[in-house]
């Protein structure tokens, strides 16, 4: 199964902001946006997208530092690879709920 076949698959599906333990995605099947889990997610999203803008921050004030070490620029890069791969979890999964929402429901 290609992983675009997957997304089909779990179209309907909200792809959550966490993986399992062993790294696969996770999704909610509910149609109830303000259920417990969905509301957790909303935080968890939100909560990511915060520490993007930090990190984000931190990176520049790295970047723009002429005698930061090889040590401080991994560090920023380390972090910044791992909000932005959050970020577009985060954007995955509202596109997908946006594609889902104005879709004609039978």
Known sequence: MTDRDEEQEHSHLRLLP???P???PCYLDTDDPQSLLSRLAD???EAQLRSARDVLLG???VLADDVAGERAVRFALTRTAESLRETLRVAHSRGDRIRHAELPHL
């Open 43 to 45: 935080d968890v999203e």
């Open 22 to 24: 062993e790294g696969k």
């Open 18 to 20: 966490w993986t399992s």
């Open 59 to 61: 990176s520049e004030a």
